[in-house]
């Protein structure tokens, strides 16, 4: 298939089908009653692991054969490409599984975001930067939005508030006043806000590898200067929604059911911290086009213990009416 990239009104009509990307069609708004709850849960802290399990699925681990090339990026300069490898061939799905709870101790660090959407033949991509924070399971994000084709060549930024077990979005558009916040439940969605948004949620990035079946050690690299150690493989959303955190689960098992496969595909980099520096996804998701939509999300941390000031909106600005499709 030849994919193009398209601007103008096509783009909205056509990309997705899911959140931002095509206007987030949901009555999930809620009362302002459960703006409470978020408020309570987003000031708790967690010290140590968050997962559910440490165990995860069975898994087929193996590295790259000795001469062959990472999949990706240079290798590091201090070494051969399997220098820094965990020393047991079972601690790659382990180091991976545990990504989550070295972001937990990490505290906070700044997010870069990418969503990329493949629908028909027509491919866009959502940009993000903020920052989020693991032990109060909060993160703020800038959602830059394609041109919508209006002639003015503006994109439109989202600002976006991240908890437990809800998004809010301002600036939203669709008919929601400007100075209004639209909040939407995370576990009512089909895919539990790990695309919806128009960025996967850092936390939930990460405690999606918890259900890590298959990996591969590709070697030592760079990102941005720092080395990390890069693996492949895929992980399964339900796998990782059982050994999730009590937070994070709820969106993962409603994801479970929203995505035409449970497997995922993913490449991830740890730094010798262990903690998670860049994670690549791959989704198909099941919108009700013929053959879904192709997603790709890629979220990369860095800063680590960066200030990540969250305030959530009070409760008479979070808009309570329908928000509608975009263009409707």
């Given at each position: 298939m030849v994919v193009q990239?398209?601007?103008?009104g096509a783009v909205a009509a056509a990309v997705c089908g899911v959140g931002l990307v095509a206007g987030l069609l949901t009555t999930g708004c809620s009362p302002n009653g459960a703006a409470a709850d978020d408020h309570a849960s987003a000031?708790?802290?967690a010290d140590g692991p968050v997962g559910g399990s440490a165990a995860g699925p069975p898994f087929t681990d193996r590295a790259r054969p000795p001469g062959s090339r990472p999949s990706a990026g240079p290798r590091d300069a201090a070494g051969p490409a399997d220098a820094g490898?965990?020393?047991g061939r079972t601690d790659y799905a382990a180091a991976l599984r545990a990504g989550a709870d070295a972001l937990v101790r990490a505290g906070t660090s700044r997010v870069r975001t990418e969503l990329?959407?493949?629908s028909g033949g027509t491919r866009v991509a959502i940009r993000g930067t903020g920052g989020h924070d693991y032990r109060k399971r909060t993160g703020k994000l800038n959602v830059r939005l394609p041109d919508t084709g209006d002639g003015s060549g503006a994109q439109r930024t989202i600002t976006e508030i991240l908890t437990p077990s809800a998004l809010y979005m301002k600036n939203r558009g669709a008919g929601v006043p400007a100075d209004k916040w639209v909040r939407v439940d995370t576990a009512s969605l089909a895919d539990g806000n790990l695309v919806?948004?128009?960025a996967t949620d850092p936390m939930a990035a990460a405690e999606l590898l918890r259900g890590v079946r298959e990996v591969t050690y590709e070697g030592r690299e760079r990102l941005d200067g720092i080395p990390v150690r890069h693996f492949s493989g895929t992980t399964d959303i339900g796998s990782a929604a059982r050994a999730a955190s009590p937070a994070v689960r709820p969106a993962l098992t409603a994801a479970e059911k929203g995505f035409t496969t449970d497997v995922v595909a993913f490449d991830a980099f740890l730094d010798d911290a262990g903690r998670l520096r860049k994670v690549?996804?791959?989704f198909r998701f099941a919108n009700g086009t013929r053959g879904g939509t192709s997603v790709t999300s890629t979220t990369t941390l860095y800063g680590f213990g960066a200030p990540v000031p969250?305030?959530?909106p009070d409760r008479d600005?979070?808009?309570t009416g329908k928000v509608a499709a975009a263009g409707g």
């Open positions: 990239d398209r601007r103008g000031g708790r802290s490898a965990p020393s990329e959407t493949v919806t948004g128009g690549r996804q791959r969250v305030r959530l600005d979070i808009y």
